[in-house]
């Protein structure tokens, strides 16, 4: 078992900044890949970005410059940067993970989940 447990999401206007961060416990945290996805309301969960035991593998197009994604393996935490937010990028925002080495963007192809932290971006 792997418990996720995402912190740092909140409001912010139009061209600002967050950092989402996952603190991980349970498992040997670099056997899984670590993927952040998001849901707006009336939309359907989508892969925003994903990370790997070698860097980041996975930038949705719409994030691309804008977000990075890290990890900390020590700490067992994986953050998300976010800058310049948009306001299309208010969501949820869940941290995942998946055993093995191959990212996938389907949200049924992960085993574990955190409870989610809400991204409001104000225009």
């Known amino acids: 078992q792997v418990q996720l447990v995402e912190s740092g999401g909140g409001l912010v206007q139009a061209g600002g900044s967050l950092r989402l961060s996952c603190a991980a416990s349970?498992?040997?945290?670099?056997?899984?890949?670590m993927g952040w996805f998001r849901q707006a309301p009336g939309k359907e969960r989508e892969s925003v970005a994903g990370?790997?035991?070698?860097?980041?593998?996975y930038y949705t197009d719409s994030v691309k410059g804008r977000f990075i994604i890290s990890r900390d393996n020590a700490k067992d935490t994986v953050y998300l940067q976010m800058n310049s937010l948009k306001p299309e990028d208010t969501a949820v925002y869940y941290c995942?993970?998946?055993?093995?080495?191959?990212?996938?963007?389907?949200?049924?192809?992960?085993?574990?989940w955190g409870q989610g932290t809400q991204v409001t971006v104000s225009s």
């Open positions: 990370i790997g035991r070698g860097g980041p593998i």
């Open positions: 349970g498992r040997t945290f670099s056997d899984y890949v």
């Open positions: 995942a993970a998946r055993m093995g080495t191959l990212y996938s963007t389907s949200p049924g192809n992960y085993n574990y």
